[in-house]
């Protein structure tokens, strides 16, 4: 999948969850934000911010990466 990537065009502002650094903060295509963690084996175990889930992802998922912790209305 990694070796496919370089052949498709960039997109600002999109990642995978790998080259992240742990605790930084990304958002899905859905709009569901969450805080990245620890590196399982090949899996990366992320939490969900609004109700502190943890779920596992692929490393080569991709993700939109936020700045800063959005505000709640």
Same mark, same amino acid.
């Given at each position: 999948? *990694?070796?496919?990537?370089?052949? /498709? +065009? ?8 790998? =080259?992240?650094?742990?605790? +930084?903060?990304? *958002?899905?295509? /859905?709009?569901?934000?969450? *805080? @990245?963690? =620890? !590196?399982?084996?090949? @899996?990366?175990?992320?939490? !969900?911010?609004? #109700?502190?889930? =943890?779920?596992?992802? #692929? +490393? ?7 700045? =800063? ?5």
């Amino acid at each position: 999948m *990694r070796v496919l990537k370089k052949y /498709d +065009a960039k997109k600002e502002g999109w990642l995978m969850v790998e =080259e992240l650094q742990v605790g +930084a903060l990304f *958002r899905l295509r /859905d709009g569901t934000v969450f *805080r @990245r963690g =620890e !590196q399982l084996r090949n @899996r990366i175990r992320c939490t !969900q911010l609004q #109700s502190g889930q =943890e779920y596992l992802f #692929s +490393a080569v998922y991709e993700v939109e990466v936020l700045e =800063e912790p959005p505000v709640s209305s």
